[in-house]
């Protein structure tokens, strides 16, 4: 008999779990490397940030599962980010292979924001709806992603990134970095062990 795997994501803390133990989720893998080390003026604008993310991610699924939205349900704020998706999806027509997927691994867990078919391709699309990318930090994401994939037997050819601002979007493919994740990931490893007495 095989043994039975567990899995759990707590959505209110961000936190993965197999089999009863917390696995360091791809974001905070890549943590160290990211844009987000900030000040404390600097944190409220990366909070709301974070919030247009959450929400924006949301929508996005919605509008790609139900081919529509409710304008009137779209907080005005996000609207424009919203618009901007829309004209990508239309401009792309991705098919959906599926959206906001977690994914769990040996070692670290994740979601992927959209995996689909562009151009007989399959696609890993993260989505970005922030002033700036931060492609180091997204280049390690992406890395993690696609292995997290592969260990659960997902197939993807490509790994790209969508850049959604409020007047455009940027689309493009993205090389992935093995070495920094290899790093990264030891790092985390470490400091787990280190703050849990291993």
């Known amino acids: 008999m095989k043994n039975l795997i567990t ?15 917390e696995k360091p989720s791809i ?8 844009a987000e080390r900030l000040n404390a003026l600097q944190m409220s604008m990366l909070e709301r940030a974070r919030q ?5 991610h949301e929508l996005a699924e919605e509008y790609l599962l139900l081919g529509e939205l409710d304008p009137e349900e779209i907080e005005a ?8 998706f829309v004209l990508w999806v239309k401009t792309y027509r991705p098919k959906v292979i599926f959206t906001e997927k977690r994914l769990f691994g040996k070692d ?5 924001d959209l995996l689909c078919e562009i151009d007989g391709k399959v696609i890993n699309v993260d989505y970005k709806f922030t002033s700036a990318i931060d492609k180091k930090s997204l280049s390690v994401q992406l890395e993690g992603y696609h292995r997290l994939a592969k260990e659960n ?4 050819d490509e ?6 601002k409020k007047d455009g979007f940027v689309f493009k ?8 994740f290899d790093i990264l990931l030891a790092h985390n490893k470490k400091m787990r062990g280190k703050y849990n007495g291993k």
Do not use: M
């Open 7 to 21: 899995t759990f994501y707590d959505e209110e803390n961000h936190k993965y779990y197999v089999n009863g133990v």
């Open 27 to 34: 974001t905070e893998i890549a943590k160290p490397i990211s």
């Open 52 to 56: 247009r993310g959450t929400r924006c």
């Open 77 to 84: 704020e996000y609207f424009p980010y919203v618009q901007q």
């Open 108 to 112: 670290f867990c994740g979601t992927l």
């Open 153 to 156: 037997g997902i197939h993807i």
């Open 159 to 164: 790994s790209w990134f969508l850049h959604i």
């Open 173 to 180: 493919p993205i090389t992935k970095d093995s070495e920094w």
